[in-house]
């Protein structure tokens, strides 16, 4: 019997700690089915802040334009909340590190162009990475560029990936494809363009639905006389 397949869209953000923490749980719970099922994976667009400027914005400017003012007191409990869900999860947050936050479109289209190079979950670990840990900033075209040669994209094609429109309509399609589906927040997590998983769900969640998306073949009868592929009856 030939192995079940499960396909996975990720719909996630750069910007967004929550998916990074729900992509490190999901690849845990792939990477402990061992053989069982085989895994197609995709990252797919979703813009937290699409109207930041490329140049940025001061991040708690962003929280009291788009929260009020009252956020700002309840801003290092909710980052030492993340900090000790990431460290469960493998990841070191370091929000401290950076004072901006940044428009990911760049990102995303990055993350496109890897898809045709099979290097996308390793870009996308590699930006949230440099996001949430170093600090940096995930729209500065040097960056993504060297990330691109660092998990296997061509540096020829990178040269002028990013001053060309490749990737910039794509994106937007992606985005609105998103939307159509109904998705009005990440991570979200599509099985077999069928099943919507929301948020950065445990890792018994996403066995819990590899077990209801592949049911197993139950055996009705004794076994009877038969044939196998070498012939022998």
């Given at each position: 019997m030939s192995t079940q397949k499960i396909k996975i869209d990720i719909v996630s953000d750069?910007?967004?700690?929550?998916?990074?923490?729900?992509?490190?749980?999901?690849?845990?719970?792939?990477a402990t089915t061992g053989d069982k099922y085989k895994f197609e994976v995709n990252f797919k667009p979703f813009e937290l802040n699409a109207s930041i400027a490329p140049e940025g914005m001061n991040k708690l400017e962003y929280f009291k334009?788009?929260?009020?003012?009252?956020i700002i007191p309840q801003l290092p409990a909710m980052n030492q909340r993340l900090a000790d869900v990431g460290k469960e999860a493998g990841i070191d947050f370091k929000f401290e590190k950076a004072e901006n936050l940044h428009n990911t479109f760049n990102g995303h289209r990055l993350i496109w162009l890897a898809e045709k190079y099979n290097v996308q979950p390793q870009v996308a670990e590699a930006l949230f990475y440099s996001n949430f840990t170093e600090g940096q900033n995930v729209n500065d075209i040097a960056l993504l560029k060297k990330i691109g040669k660092a998990n296997g994209i061509p540096a020829e094609k990178l040269d002028t990936f990013f001053e060309s429109e490749e990737g910039k309509d794509e994106v937007r399609q992606l985005e609105q494809w998103a939307q159509a589906a109904g998705i009005k927040g990440v991570p979200?997590?599509?099985i077999n363009d069928t099943?919507?998983?929301?948020?950065?769900?445990?890792?018994?969640?996403?066995?819990?639905?590899?077990e209801q998306v592949t049911p197993s073949l139950q055996q009705v009868t004794t076994k009877g006389e038969s044939?196998?592929?070498?012939?022998n009856c």
């Open positions: 750069i910007n967004c700690p929550w998916c990074y923490v729900g992509e490190k749980r999901l690849n845990s719970a792939i334009m788009n929260y009020g003012s009252q979200a997590f599509i099943y919507l998983i929301s948020g950065a769900q445990p890792e018994e969640v996403f066995h819990q639905v590899f044939c196998d592929i070498n012939g």
